[in-house]
């Protein structure tokens, strides 16, 4: 493995407290598949992240003043019961004569008042469990100072020197036994002398003066009854809730479990002392309670003195299962010697003009990393399964209306489709809140999913100004997932036990929310295009929303799919074919654009950061588009204007899945250009040292393109529908050769390596089901059968 030769000035590392400054250079191997960096945190959004899915750890990885943030990915601080919509579908008809008469603002209003909420109401919000603060009794002048993160084992890794020899912190999440093991290791026997106390977070100061209040305003208010404690070989954390309600959470209970190899350990209060120890294993686990009286501690305890205590058993048995999903896929775009590079000299060296393909890579295998390690039971909210403060950017929730989606948007391409079974199993958790919300507000059956939601699924992202009550294609997106999970997978079990009937109630809602306009075409109302304005007006609430359109016509055409294929809702079909009869087309511009809104009454606002009117296009194309070219023109133009509009310097508008939705348009159009435009911001605007992803420019810890990004390069180079596979659908020309390897496809195949140069494209595939298939590269299209199980390669002649 090469070496990279790191220099740097130890004593100017960015929040690493007790450093003396010395002059160092050191070899360090980079990992094969993950990164190196030569700067600690200063913050806990510039942390090295480890997860099983369950538990998260953020690592400062600061070499004298350690601390680890510990997360659980159920910690949803209680805010007290949730609040249920009242049942005021009886006023609907008023909300809708308002739209009628263009006084939008007024509707936006009626719906909040009828609401009873005093404002805009978060679901529970996602909190830290507690800090690890460890003390380290070295010389305070170091060198050699070096982090890292393997994405193969989910292994983070801080290493220093001083005029002792070397040490280090090595730390995972396990997968295996479900607990974080950490690894701390000298120069020799007797070389490591430390403390370490388990207490509640502490937020960071550079997070700002206001943060660290609110954060403080917030604990004082929710957590309560906080206990720690230091016994001869562990440390204890505990604390209450003080807004529990029946069903949250009610107390946190956490334990390290610390082991000296040739040391002593002692407990002074709260603390507790290694001595003269060869190396530190200390073992950490977090239980949640539902019933207070009832406490964890001991069984936790109990497991952790059960596993072996040997950190490197631990990790082989958690890389096993955690490599399992991480290898599955590669890109190589030739990053060459670079991928020896620190994440800091990657990011400076990346330039609009020229990206830097190392970094390209490893930002791809990062944000696969993320996701996987972020998926347990339930799926990534806004910060994955990692969070520093108690005031979390919107509450670190599911944000259902554009950053769950494209948090998930790679993992069944990307060849992991059993995560996206945390993502349906707690959609369909959270079913009986969205048949409430589409009775009491809309007076239908089915259901209706909010535009955020954590541990209830009420519709309370309402306000005067925000017309989140309105938006009614939620459901029907949840359901594009259901069924693009049997699409990858083949599973008809899933089929028939899950994906139908949620898509059933999905559909539902629309039988009975929809009515006819004079035109005979369908009136969507009220409605919200997520988040946006037309610019003549002063309210989010609408009318014909072009993506609940959109979503509606996915989710009808995918229930006469289905329902055909298992011979079932015979009596329905012919009722679902008549409503896509009568659904409004999609309405192009004076200018030649497609409109976020299908009516000439109200008026585009392309500033906006969200790209819903490019729905149909996420996650391909459907037929109406595609064999409309004036349609297909109009989403082309669309996508320029909003991609003009971020590169002209209009940037304030843009966050970063914004930037995901039109590239995976572009995609879906085969237009390379225009995806390749997407992707250069996305690289270079959007990721910090530690490979962590951000909402906005190099700032707000955030998952959403950790699964976008993957998702618009995979969709550059393989397009799959059942049946036909299109190779380099959207292949920039900067990328001349490349591979990729693993990628899955709608259809039960994999694409075990794809492999393009100057003149020839080779590509392998394997079929589950024997299968005839139309392969589609380079302007050729070619019928192939492909046997079950057996891999098979073709080469195509560019």
Same mark, same amino acid.
């Given at each position: 493995m090469k070496k990279h030769l790191i220099s740097l000035i130890t004593g100017i590392l960015g929040g690493a407290p007790g450093m003396a400054p010395a002059q160092t250079t050191t070899a360090f191997p980079a990992p094969e598949r993950g990164f190196i960096s030569s700067t600690p945190a200063e913050t806990w959004e510039q942390g090295l992240i480890s997860g099983n899915g369950t538990i998260g750890a953020n690592v400062m990885s600061r070499p004298l003043r350690? =601390?680890?943030? #510990?997360?659980?990915?159920?910690l949803f601080l209680p805010q007290g019961p949730p609040h249920m919509p009242p049942d005021n579908a009886a006023r609907l008809f008023e909300i809708r004569q308002l739209i009628d008469r263009g006084l939008y603002k007024q509707a936006t209003n009626l719906q909040f008042d009828l609401s009873g909420q005093a404002g805009f109401m978060y679901p529970d919000p996602f909190v830290p469990a507690f800090d690890l603060n460890i003390g380290m009794n070295t010389e305070q002048t170091i060198k050699d100072y070096v982090r890292s993160v393997d994405f193969q084992t989910g292994e983070t890794t801080v290493h220093w020197a001083d005029s002792r020899g070397v040490y280090e912190r090595r730390l995972f999440v396990s997968r295996a036994d479900g607990v974080a093991v950490m690894l701390i290791t000298g120069p020799g026997q007797g070389s490591v002398n430390c403390t370490l106390a388990l207490s509640p977070r502490q937020v960071d100061e550079k997070l700002g003066a206001r943060t660290l209040k609110q954060s403080e305003e917030v604990f004082k208010e929710h957590v309560a009854k906080v206990q720690t404690r230091a016994e001869k070989s562990c440390l204890t954390y505990k604390n209450t809730f003080a807004k529990a309600y029946p069903g949250s959470i009610h107390?946190?209970?956490?334990?390290? *479990?610390?082991? $000296?190899?040739?040391?002593?350990? @002692? $407990?002074?209060?709260? =603390?507790?002392v290694v001595a003269g120890a060869e190396q530190v294993l200390v073992l950490v686990d977090i239980r949640l309670l539902y019933d207070p009286a009832q406490s964890q501690l001991e069984i936790s305890k109990q497991h952790l003195v059960g596993l072996e205590p040997d950190y490197q058993?631990?990790?082989? /048995?958690?890389? $096993?299962?955690?490599?399992?999903?991480?290898? /599955?896929?590669?890109l190589d775009l030739g990053g060459g010697n670079d991928r020896q590079l620190t994440t800091e000299e990657l990011l400076a060296k990346s330039t609009n003009e020229q990206l830097n393909h190392a970094l390209i890579e490893k930002e791809f295998d990062a944000g696969r990393y993320n996701i996987i390690s972020a998926t347990g039971q339930l799926p990534p909210n806004l910060q994955g399964v990692w969070?520093? =403060?108690?005031?979390?950017? *919107?509450? !670190?929730?599911?944000?259902?209306?554009? +950053?769950?989606?494209?948090?998930?948007a790679s993992m069944l391409m990307g060849n992991t489709p059993e995560l996206m079974l945390a993502y349906t199993s707690y959609i369909e958790s959270i079913v009986p809140w969205l048949e409430i919300n589409a009775k009491h507000m809309f007076g239908a059956r089915g259901v209706v999913l909010p535009s955020r939601s954590t541990t209830n699924g009420f519709n309370n992202a309402l306000a005067d100004d925000f017309a989140g009550g309105f938006w009614v294609g939620g459901a029907a997106w949840a359901a594009h997932f259901f069924y693009d999970y049997y699409l990858y997978t083949g599973d008809r079990k899933f089929l028939t036990e899950h994906a139908l009937p949620f898509? @059933?109630?999905?559909?539902? #809602? #629309?039988?009975?929310?929809?009515?006819?306009?004079?035109?005979?075409?369908?009136? #969507? !109302?009220?409605? @919200? !295009?997520?988040? +946006?304005?037309?610019?003549n007006t002063n309210s989010q609430g609408t009318f014909n929303a072009t993506m609940d359109v959109a979503a509606a016509k996915e989710l009808f055409h995918n229930l006469i799919k289905a329902s055909e294929l298992l011979g079932t809702n015979r009596d329905k079909i012919p009722l679902w074919q008549t409503m896509l009869s009568k659904m409004p087309d999609y309405l192009i511009s004076e200018e030649g654009f497609v409109k976020e809104w299908i009516t000439p009454k109200l008026t585009d606002d392309l500033n906006h950061r969200h790209s819903s009117q490019l729905y149909a296009l996420y996650d391909g194309i459907p037929d109406e588009i595609a064999q409309n070219p004036k349609l297909k023109a109009a989403f082309t133009r669309m996508i320029e204007l909003k991609l003009q509009r971020h590169w002209s310097g209009n940037t304030s508008g843009f966050m970063s899945f914004g930037l995901v939705q039109l590239g995976q348009a572009s995609t879906s159009l085969g237009e390379a250009g225009l995806a390749y435009q997407a992707l250069v911001p996305l690289v270079n605007r959007y990721w910090l040292n530690n490979l962590a992803s951000m909402h906005n420019h190099k700032s707000l810890f955030n998952m959403d393109i950790s699964g976008g990004l993957p998702a618009v390069i995979i969709k550059m180079l393989v397009a799959s529908e059942p049946g036909r596979l299109k190779l380099l659908p959207a292949l920039p020309a900067v990328w001349p050769a490349g591979e990729i390897n693993g990628v899955r496809c709608r259809g039960q195949i994999e694409v075990t390596r794809l492999k393009w140069e100057k003149n020839l494209i080779q590509v392998s595939l394997i079929s589950g089901p024997e299968q005839t298939l139309t392969l589609e590269a380079a302007g050729t299209s070619q019928t192939i059968t492909l046997p079950a199980g057996k891999e098979i390669t073709v080469e195509i002649t560019k």
């Open positions: 350690e =601390t680890v943030i #510990f997360t659980h990915e159920r107390a946190l209970e956490g334990i390290a *479990w610390v082991l $000296a190899k040739g040391g002593t350990t @002692q $407990a002074e209060g709260e =603390t507790l058993t631990l990790l082989k /048995r958690h890389a $096993a299962i955690h490599g399992a999903l991480f290898k /599955r896929v590669r969070g520093g =403060t108690y005031v979390p950017g *919107w509450a !670190s929730d599911y944000t259902h209306n554009g +950053n769950v989606p494209s948090a998930i898509m @059933q109630k999905a559909g539902l #809602f #629309f039988e009975d929310y929809l009515y006819e306009g004079p035109d005979g075409k369908y009136v #969507f !109302s009220p409605t @919200q !295009s997520p988040e +946006n304005t037309p610019k």
